[in-house]
């Protein structure tokens, strides 16, 4: 069964940093692009970032780009995400989820994690 | 960026009921639309790819049709565990969902 573990939410201040993982099991890591996806308290889905299968492609949404970096440890099961610069507008469940492909394109997401809380406070 | 716009943005449906939810594209993404079924608390969870490709362990009552910029999303015959949020998500260029559709079973 593939499961994905998020874990590293917390409460931070605004201007703070936080890292977040994501365990993964019941697939072969390596070969999946993986993304995540925050959802803001009462609000929709909002796609964050994705890494290719390889890691060697990388791709962010505006809002973040410059202060978020997604990275992956293949030897590990394990996908990140390192959050600078927070701000309000970024308290969200942050989710993973694993994509249909190895490339970084055009994947449907299947399965989800359970998510993780990230509240940006002072 | 591509924008997605579903529509209703709430619905209410009776047990057995067919019900429609609608996704529109800004532009074309050809077939590259899933649709996404959220209940309180929960992850997303897909039910449709492709546009039309019913997801392995995904009730029948539920199919997608459409391309390029105008999509559906059909419950044949609503049931009591169909309330949700629905999302429409685009993977033509990044990613990006609709607001979602909030159903409720009355």
């Known amino acids: 069964e593939v499961q994905l573990l998020e874990s590293g939410g917390d409460l931070v201040q605004p201007g703070g940093s936080l890292r977040l993982s994501c365990a993964a099991s019941?697939?072969?890591?390596?070969?999946?692009?993986m993304s995540w996806v925050r959802q803001a308290p009462g609000k929709g889905l909002q796609w964050v970032s994705g890494i290719s299968g390889s890691g060697g492609g990388t791709h962010y949404a505006d809002s973040v780009k410059g202060r978020f970096t997604i990275s992956r440890d293949d030897s590990k099961n394990t996908l990140f995400l390192q959050m600078n610069s927070l701000s309000a507008e970024d308290t969200a469940v942050y989710y993973c989820?694993?994509?249909?492909?190895?490339?970084?394109?055009?994947?449907?997401?299947?399965?989800w994690g359970q998510g993780t809380l990230v509240t940006v406070s002072s | 960026d591509i924008q997605m716009t579903q529509s209703p943005s709430s619905l209410s449906a009776s047990v057995g009921d067919r019900v429609t939810i609608t996704c529109r594209a800004s532009?074309?993404?050809?077939?590259?639309l899933n649709w996404y079924q959220q209940k309180p608390g929960k992850a997303p969870k897909l039910l449709i790819y492709g546009a039309s490709s019913l997801q392995v362990g995904v009730p029948s009552r539920f199919s997608g049709s459409g391309s390029g910029t105008g999509f559906t999303l059909t419950i044949s015959s609503v049931q009591p565990e169909d309330s949700a949020t629905y999302y429409c998500?685009?993977?033509?260029?990044?990613?990006?969902f609709g607001q979602g559709t909030k159903l409720e079973i009355k």
């Open positions: 532009q074309s993404i050809t077939n590259y």
């Open positions: 998500q685009q993977s033509y260029s990044a990613y990006t």
């Open positions: 989820a694993k994509g249909s492909y190895s490339s970084l394109s055009r994947n449907w997401f299947d399965p």
């Open positions: 019941g697939f072969t890591f390596s070969s999946y692009a």
